[in-house]
Nanobody
Framework: QVQLVESGGGLVQAGGSLRLSCAAS????????MGWYRQAPGKQRELVAT???????NYADSVKGRFTISRDNTKNTVYLQMNSLKPEDTAVFYC???????????????WGQGTQVTVSS
């Protein structure tokens, strides 16, 4: 099992910044992708950003140019730097991780408990 612990959420004014962290522990061998989803009230969970163990990144169009995902493999930690925050970024942010089972096949995701990000206008 993989345990994911998030930190860094909170309340910020529009235009401000927050940095989320997610530390993985437990059976972390072969963790491949890590990243963040978010879920706003009444909406489906959506992918925000992802990063592979090799450093390849992918972002939702809505956050490109404002959010930056990074990863410290020595600490098994992924970060999400969020700048120029907007009220529509308000959501619960969930960290996730997947393992590489074999070439081209990943495990189901492991999830963190979620951290609230609230952006006031």
């Amino acid at each position: 099992q993989v345990q994911l612990v998030e930190s860094g959420g909170g309340l910020v004014q529009a235009g401000g910044s927050l940095r989320l962290s997610c530390a993985a522990s437990g059976s972390i061998f072969s963790i491949y992708a890590m990243g963040w989803y978010r879920q706003a009230p009444g909406k489906q969970r959506e992918l925000v950003a992802t990063i592979t163990s090799g450093g390849s990144t992918n972002y939702a169009d809505s956050v490109k140019g404002r959010f930056t995902i990074s990863r410290d493999n020595t600490k098994n930690t992924v970060y999400l730097q969020m700048n120029s925050l907007k009220p529509e970024d308000t959501a619960v942010f969930y960290c996730y991780a997947t393992k590489l089972i074999r070439a081209g096949v990943s495990s189901l995701p492991y999830w963190g408990q979620g951290t609230q990000v609230t952006v006031s206008s």
